[in-house]
């Protein structure tokens, strides 16, 4: 089983920047997908960024150029590195893993408002 434990939400302006972390109870280099997901009221849950453990990472092409994902193995934490955000951007914001199943965490709320 592995938990997960985001956090690093909150109000922003448009235009600012936030980073979401999440912590991982197992050692992260065994796990091939970690991402992070967003869900906004009334939407479906979606991707938003991806990294396997070969580095290899995938963005929603909404925040292309705007969002960053990294690792840190040795620290067992994912992070999402968000810039210039949007009203669009606001949304709970779930970190997920795929090792021996799915896993998620609880979410935290970001909400990019003036």
């Known amino acids: 089983q592995v938990q997960l434990v985001e956090s690093g939400g909150g109000l922003v302006q448009p235009g600012g920047s936030l980073l979401l972390s999440c912590s991982a109870s197992?050692?992260?280099?065994?796990?091939?997908?970690m991402a992070w997901y967003r869900q906004a009221p009334g939407q479906q849950r979606e991707l938003v960024a991806s990294i396997t453990n070969d580095d290899t990472r995938n963005y929603a092409d909404s925040v292309k150029g705007r969002f960053t994902i990294s690792r840190d193995i040795v620290k067992n934490m994912v992070y999402l590195q968000m810039n210039t955000l949007e009203p669009e951007d606001t949304a709970v914001y779930f970190c997920?893993?795929?090792?021996?199943?799915?896993?998620w965490g609880q979410g935290t709320q970001v909400t990019v408002s003036s």
């Open positions: 997920y893993a795929r090792w021996l199943g799915e896993h």
């Open positions: 197992v050692n992260i280099f065994r796990i091939y997908t």
